[in-house]
């Protein structure tokens, strides 16, 4: 079974700063995909940016950039400029690449990592 | 567009009774399914359907049952509630083209007391 984990409980950063969220995981599997949500405190999951194993380009979106490192199974978030909008819960998540849609919706979280952002 | 909508939002329930959390979505999604995050945790998969009348488990399905029987709606049901059923409850879906865009609803937060 695949685990992930955030072993950053609580991070913080000033307004207009740069900060990194950290995840790794551990999986068999050559294949998958891996998530960063967003999860503000109404709850709502908010796809922030997602990574497909088999490309090794980051994925960025906007102020929002990964750094894969597939062998070393990392997969940390760099939110630039950070804004008081992105204080939040962030999670990291797992995704095998399964046939036929098999595997959809079939995520394994990590335990989050709650943002502060500081004006 | 209601996306994904979850009923109630909020429900306290004692230990032992049962109740059913209802979702549907209208975006014609073939897939569902329901997660629970406990406080302070990642959510974690309970079941999962990949289209009208087709059902499976996930990770922590005990306590919980669900059904499909349109492609609109995925209940979840619990039966006889416990203290460790406490927790938020996300009902979500995706398109079958596009499994790694799921849409979540708002969430459920269930109190067992």
């Known amino acids: 079974a695949q685990t992930v984990t955030q072993s950053q409980p609580e991070m913080s950063v000033q307004e207009a700063e740069t900060v990194t969220l950290s995840c790794t995981y551990d999986?068999?599997?050559?294949?998958?995909?891996l998530f960063w949500y967003k999860q503000p405190p109404s709850r709502q999951m908010i796809l922030v940016i997602r990574?497909?194993?088999?490309?090794?380009q980051n994925a960025t979106e906007n102020r929002f950039s990964v750094n894969f490192q597939k062998a070393a199974k990392s997969f940390s978030l760099k939110i630039s400029d950070s804004q008081l909008g992105d204080a939040a819960m962030y999670f990291c998540?797992?995704?095998?690449?399964?046939?036929?849609?098999?595997?959809?919706?079939?995520?394994?979280f990590g335990q989050g990592t709650i943002l502060t952002v500081h004006p | 567009n209601a996306g994904v909508t979850q009923t109630p939002k909020f429900r306290i329930l004692k230990i032992g009774q049962s109740m059913t959390l209802q979702c549907t979505q209208d975006?014609?999604?073939?897939?569902m399914y329901w997660y629970r995050q406990d406080p302070g945790m990642g959510l974690k998969l309970i079941y999962y359907?990949?289209?009208?009348?087709?059902?499976d488990k996930g990770e922590v399905p005990n306590g919980y049952n669900v059904s499909r029987s349109t492609t609109e709606d995925f209940p979840l049901r619990l039966e006889l509630a416990a203290p460790s059923q406490t927790s938020v409850y996300f009902c979500?879906?995706?398109?079958?083209?596009?499994?790694?865009?799921?849409?979540f609803g708002e969430g459920s937060w269930l109190t067992v007391v």
């Open positions: 975006m014609n999604h073939n897939y």
């Open positions: 979500a879906s995706s398109y079958w083209e596009d499994g790694n865009t799921i849409y």
């Open positions: 990574q497909e194993a088999y490309k090794q």
């Open positions: 359907s990949v289209g009208a009348g087709i059902t």
């Open positions: 999986t068999s599997e050559s294949d998958y995909y």
């Open positions: 998540a797992y995704r095998s690449a399964g046939a036929g849609g098999t595997s959809y919706g079939k995520l394994t």
